[in-house]
């Protein structure tokens, strides 16, 4: 079971959205601020310290990627356009047109952004932040929007009014398929709930496996640096969030641990040979380091 420790932190209020994204050494965290008047910032490096760094220009905040010279954050700004900040202060996008999902950046070489636009039909565009965008998907409506990197590429998951669709998008190559309602995506694998457990599909090699995990009311699935999260819900029980290692394909993960704070929002990302936890308790971010067993 892994120990896990409390990091100091100054106040951060926070409100709905909550993000992070590893560059380099450091996880960089994003959270909504509750009066919409900036996206908080927090830096948490390896040795388990926090700075606080001014907020961000936007309203809301729906995604955040590694770029080559630091973190790259989509969100919204006030009056309600689609936005997306490069190294913490130049507003490289200003969408007016109608939004159907905020954009989510995707980590690469260049950072790539993913964006829904219009209302009966809705568009799904890809560009770099800046420069020219294409249109991939076309749909009645987008209900949501996920996207991860892929080889030479982009993975895309398109809740829409017809269920979902999952595109892979590279330069010469466009696969799509339908996918259950309610999937998540994660670099190479998209995650659906079947009780007693979570069914992975790899687009890679378009396969699938079934990992058995506790609980019958699976939610809110996440794969990153090859943890695998979960929620689990049960009647008149409070909600408890898991983290786990990724086993090889036809392995369960080992030595699930719980979340430092069960029942609330938590994003995951590795750090060197640490896990590191960002919450929303209470409208307060807290931050907590630990190591997961082998």
Do not use: K
């Not at 900036?38 to 809301?60: F, K, M, Q, T």
């Not at 609980?215 to 786990?244: C, F, Q, S």
């Amino acid at each position: 079971m892994t120990s896990w420790r409390y990091v100091p932190l100054a106040d951060v209020p926070i409100g709905v959205g909550l993000h992070a994204t590893r560059v380099g050494d450091r996880v960089h965290v994003f959270a909504d601020r509750p009066a919409g008047d900036g996206v908080g910032h927090v830096v948490v490096s390896g040795n388990g310290s926090c700075e606080v760094r001014d907020p961000l220009p936007l309203r809301s905040v729906s995604g955040a990627a590694a770029g080559p010279t630091g973190p790259v954050v989509a969100g919204a700004r006030v009056g309600d356009e689609a936005a997306v900040v490069l190294t913490e202060t130049e507003t490289v996008l200003a969408e007016r047109d109608e939004v159907a999902a905020w954009p989510v950046p995707v980590d690469g070489d260049p950072v790539r952004v993913v964006l829904a636009t219009g209302r009966g039909p809705a568009t799904v565009w890809i560009g770099t932040p800046g420069e020219d965008r294409r249109s991939v998907l076309l749909a009645d409506a987008v209900l949501g929007l996920q996207a991860a990197p892929a080889p030479g590429g982009v993975d895309l998951l398109c809740e829409t009014s017809v269920g979902a669709r999952f595109l892979r998008v590279e330069t010469d190559v466009r696969m799509e398929r339908a996918m259950p309602s309610g999937s998540f995506l994660g670099p190479g694998a998209v995650l659906a709930a079947r009780p007693p457990g979570i069914e992975v599909w790899s687009p890679d090699t378009d396969t699938r496996r079934r990992i058995p995990v506790r609980g019958l009311a699976i939610r809110r699935l996440g794969l990153v640096d090859g943890m695998l999260t979960w929620t689990e819900e049960e009647a008149d029980e409070p909600a408890v969030g898991w983290v786990a290692r990724l086993g090889p394909a036809g392995r369960e993960p080992v030595h699930a641990t719980r979340l430092p704070r069960p029942g609330h929002a938590a994003v995951v990302r590795r750090l060197g040979d640490e896990v590191v936890v960002a919450q929303a308790v209470a409208g307060r971010l807290e931050v907590w380091l630990g190591a997961l067993d082998a």
